[in-house]
């Protein structure tokens, strides 16, 4: 595919390690080297697929990966002088939990910014203080990449194997995509993520509605949700980036 996406406001190599940790339940502190590495490689190719701008960070993370297992995989070397040997994960395992402090803080300071708002609100009219209370009931945060790449890669699975050749040859771009989404989330408030594949009807056409969900994001034209961690992805318009109803008639001077 020619078409590229760069996706600057997305996560590093280091995002994706703390995310398959999570993910599994693993120990950080004993990290699964060799399983943790077959997943990173599966991301990093399904990136590469994609056509995504962000895959060079990501290799350098992919070569110390591969580093770390050989090392791991290397018996011990009998000539040596006996000491204690270093764990080869523990560089790793440092700049990890560096990282996540760092992230956690961030968030932090993220949830105190949202907190300290309340305090000296805006005067709202009575319509948009209903609609924020109905928005107050239920609790949601935004996907991150990995989440997106994770919900892609279950529906690419239950794809059939093409048996036959297609006669007719489909044509499915980008722009067409997003122009699609975007009209049927004008009919709805919010999409599931699944609902957006299932309407696709090939392979190709799962992989261009993916990136154009993916650009959509990229452009604050919608943002993809979640009331858990790891669970089901809804897609809904961002309304920071909606332009406000045109009025029809000009205010009287």
Known sequence: MSYK???????????????????????????????????????????????????????????????????????????????????????????????????????????????????????????????MKEEAKEVYFEASLFDLITAFTKILKNVPKEVFYEVIKEEHTVEQKIHDILHMLLEKPKVMLGDLFSRSRSKIEIIVTFMAILELIRLREIVALQKRLFDEIEVVRNKENMAPPQEDEKPQQ
Not at 55 to 83: C, H, R, W, Y
Not at 99 to 110: P, S, W
Not at 113 to 121: C, H, M, P, S, V
């Open 5 to 131: 996406i760069k996706l600057e406001m997305f996560e590093g190599p280091l995002d994706l390690l703390l995310y398959l940790i999570k993910k599994d339940q693993l120990n950080i502190y004993d990290i699964p080297i060799a399983q943790v590495t077959e997943q990173y490689m599966q991301y990093l190719d399904l990136m590469k697929m994609l056509n995504l701008d962000i895959v060079g960070d990501f290799l350098v993370m992919a070569a110390t990966l591969m580093q770390i297992k050989s090392k791991m995989l290397l018996p011990p070397d009998p000539n040596a002088q006996e000491e204690e040997e270093l764990d080869p994960r523990d560089e790793l395992v440092r700049r990890l939990l560096e990282y996540k402090q760092f992230k956690e803080i961030a968030e932090n300071l993220r949830s105190r910014e949202l907190t300290r708002q309340d305090f000296f609100g805006r005067i709202m009219d009575v319509e948009r203080t209903k609609e």
